[in-house]
């Protein structure tokens, strides 16, 4: 049965994220063949900061639109494209009066334009650029800045773009960062239906989420549910599936490409370790990855993950005879000097420091231990599985699964980790988010991919001249520094001026 013909949107927001890029592709290919009329919306250079373009340096904006330019053009189809910029004379005159200097970082995360959570948003881009929770207000002031500019313009056009057109669904990518934020909240305000692509369980699928974050936890959890219940009918082969995707990890099986452990040797144990003792192994992650997706990952127990180690070392000190604590610096912390400075500095009788590159066996510390403490590593849940007592710290995007513990205080937490007979909780719900991220996605039709970050559509990579990468590439190492800021300083300054229509200047 043919279902009526619909007006869809898209905001190819990450044409040089490829895999994403051809997942936008993909979906408006799809409603081409469907009969649907499509409409892209594009940046065109005129965002002061992106997620593929942050400093928003002229070369990148070049590849960017000729990947664009590309991309579409392997579509069959006819669709209308336009630039999202669309403001009124009252929302340039908002954008030039909008607050972009703030006195704490809480101030920062707290500011709104209606209901677009415009700090919380930039921050999320901002600290996975910077790869630090707690960036430094005074020293990324023009990139604060940027953000919210380009923030507030895009979910201004989009909300002007919405009430002059007639839209079904709006289609975009991810959702967490500054823009794509933006686009949400703009179909939010507007009561449009939206729908979020990310990536799936392998390279060659896609996931799609309608109104919602993909990061949400009560989402999350209620498509794990459902995706069990799917594989129900052979609960054999679902088991095996979900076993799979731990022991992988334990082997160090690469996953899009790499691998944490590949480096660490197997089996191998620190020098210091007493079997005679209970030990605590606590799997540090990076607070940057996920503290400033939502209010629903905000820490509640600590200050951050720092604080919270420190609170649980200092806390079993006085029982040093009895207990010792092991805290495995994740590997990706390597270079994240900002993060990894601290932990190194921290010192107690009762401690033993894992560095990220030291070849202990980040599962034969897991097997060995007598409880597991993490602050939203994947080792939460993989804990479970292994029989051994997962204790969360922080927020876990697997935390309402049933398969880990959640106090709500240290006090709480404390307690856990001196009852002497703790049990492992039902690896019931660890299977669940096993089987789910062996499982998820729909298949792509048209895109094949080589690797997790590229590929071909439709036969064809959909992707600027390698020529032009190469040209962009040998500017950046050969050209002089100070060339490059002018260069890059004239054009924001072109950007805001256009974005503006007004002669103000980027600072």
């Known amino acids: 049965m043919k279902h009526p013909k619909q007006h869809v949107a ?14 936008d592709l993909e979906l408006i290919q799809n409603h081409l063949d469907n009969g649907d009329d499509v409409t892209v919306l594009y940046c065109d250079a005129a965002l002061l900061a992106c997620d593929t373009n942050t400093y928003h340096e002229q070369g990148q904006c070049a590849l960017c639109r000729k990947t664009r330019t590309i991309g579409l053009s392997l579509l069959e189809g006819k669709i209308t494209q336009r630039s999202f910029h669309n403001l009124t004379d009252a929302n340039k005159q908002e954008l030039r009066s909008l607050q972009t200097a703030f006195a704490s970082l809480q101030e920062f995360q707290s500011y709104r334009v209606e209901n677009y959570d415009v700090g919380m948003a930039a921050l999320s881009s901002i600290v996975s650029y910077v790869m630090n929770a707690e960036i430094d207000l005074n020293e990324h002031q023009d990139l604060i800045r940027r953000y919210i500019l380009s923030g507030v313009a895009a979910y201004r056009s989009v909300q002007n773009f919405l009430r002059e057109n007639k839209v079904d669904k709006f289609y975009f990518f991810n959702g967490r960062m500054a823009i794509v934020r933006a686009i949400m909240r703009a179909c939010e305000s507007e009561g449009v239906q939206f729908t979020i692509h990310e990536a799936a369980s392998g390279n060659n699928t896609y996931s799609l989420f309608d109104n919602s974050l993909p990061h949400s936890i009560n989402l999350s959890t209620r498509l794990m549910h459902e995706q069990w219940e ?83 070392i200092a806390s079993l000190l006085p029982h040093k005879n009895r207990y010792h604590v092991y805290l495995r610096i994740h590997p990706n912390l390597a270079s994240i000097d900002n993060e990894l400075r601290p932990l190194l500095a921290l010192k107690s009788e009762n401690l033993t420091t894992i560095l990220p590159t030291d070849k202990t066996s980040s599962y034969a510390l897991l097997q ?15 804990a479970p599985y292994w029989d051994k007592p997962s204790i969360l710290g922080g927020k876990a995007l697997y935390q309402n699964l049933g398969s880990t513990y959640n106090p709500n205080s240290h006090e709480e937490l404390l307690r856990l980790l001196l009852e002497e007979h703790l049990a492992p909780k039902s690896k019931d719900g660890a299977l669940r988010y096993a089987y789910f991220y062996m499982t998820f996605g729909i298949p792509f039709r048209r895109y094949e991919a080589r690797n997790f970050f590229g590929g071909t559509f439709n036969g064809h990579e959909p992707f600027a001249n390698r020529w032009l990468f190469r040209a962009f590439t040998a500017y950046k190492r050969l050209t002089p520094q100070p060339i490059q800021h002018h260069i890059n300083k004239r054009f924001a300054e072109q950007t805001l001026s256009t974005l503006l229509d007004s002669s103000a200047t980027a600072q």
Do not use: C, M
């Open 10 to 23: 898209f905001f190819t927001t990450h044409p040089l994220f490829q895999r994403h890029f051809a997942t």
């Open 230 to 312: 799917k594989g129900a009918t052979n609960p054999v082969e679902r088991l095996q599936t979900a076993e799979t995707w731990f022991q992988n990890r334990a082997k160090g099986v690469k996953v899009n490409g790499y691998s944490f452990v590949e480096q660490q040797e197997q089996g191998l144990l620190p020098k210091d370790w007493n079997p005679s003792k209970k030990n605590i192994v606590i799997f540090n992650s990076a607070d940057f990855e996920f503290v400033w997706v939502s209010e629903e990952y905000q820490h509640h127990i600590y200050r951050d993950q720092l604080d919270g180690i420190q609170r649980i």
């Open 368 to 382: 060995h231990a007598d409880k597991v403490i993490t602050f939203g590593s994947t080792v939460g849940i993989e």
